[in-house]
């Protein structure tokens, strides 16, 4: 912790003498949603989003501890929020150490990782923000640039929630479900999807059809019975 409140000092130095270590965080945060504007290139496509995601959990060492985190996974466009709330409130009642990862955020970033209820503290989102960004940046190469800000804030819960050993993590969908940055997980404790709408129809289509085939992309077969049945109970509209 030493060695890192030293480089964050050096960076604050270099950036600006009177900006905190979290501003530069921030700042950090904010070139990740300029990134595709400067770079000017093509758009990838949902696939290769995907495999940049699991690139980039092999560069953080992570695909174990996600494996290893039992995870509530939940999608849908409306109430999917809620639900994630309502999962981490009954959990810590009963007694367990919860993670959950919610978006967006209102006013702080902090407020989208949550340790047993409580937004993370500012001393720990730097500590595993540096260790994110800094693994990641020493090992952007042609064809793998830095994650996008959703990537980034994905990987970040998945870091955070492993590191403080939580007991579930509540993990809510950012887009869609079958492409989105969050659908690395291969076994989850149980999935949801709240109830659908006719929403984000550019991406995930024009059809409550289509729009719940991507919500569904969340469900992993080998678990299917146990994840409907929660479907089930959510589905309330």
Not at 16 to 30: D, F, R
Not at 107 to 125: A, N, W, Y
Request: proline residues 2%; contains cysteine.
């Amino acid at each position: 912790m030493e060695g890192l409140t030293k480089e964050n000092a050096e960076k604050t130095s270099q950036e600006n003498g009177v900006t905190s270590t979290y501003e530069v965080a921030m700042e950090k945060l904010s070139s990740l949603i300029t990134q595709k504007k400067r770079d000017g290139t093509s758009p990838i496509s949902d696939l290769e989003k995907r495999d940049r995601m699991l690139k980039y959990i092999e560069i953080l060492g992570l695909e174990k501890h996600i494996g290893d985190l039992k995870i509530i996974h939940v999608a849908g466009t409306k109430g999917k929020g809620s639900t994630c709330a309502f999962c981490d409130a009954i959990l810590r009642e009963c007694g367990f150490r919860t993670g959950l990862f919610t978006s967006p955020h209102l006013i702080d970033v902090r407020e989208r990782f949550r340790l047993d209820g409580l937004d993370i503290s500012e001393e720990k989102f730097l500590q595993y923000f540096w260790e994110c960004w800094n693994q990641l940046k020493d090992n952007i190469i042609e064809g793998l640039p830095m994650p996008l800000l959703f990537q980034f804030f994905t990987l970040l819960a998945f870091k955070i929630f492993a590191s403080e050993k939580v007991d579930v993590a509540i993990i809510e969908v950012g887009i869609g479900g079958t492409f989105d940055s969050t659908n690395v997980i291969k076994n989850p404790v149980v999935c949801g999807i709240t109830s659908l709408g006719m929403d984000h129809m550019e991406i995930l289509g024009h059809t409550l059809g289509m729009i719940a085939s991507q919500k569904a992309g969340i469900l992993k077969y080998l678990n299917l019975r146990k994840q409907w049945m929660f479907f089930m109970t959510v589905q309330i509209n």
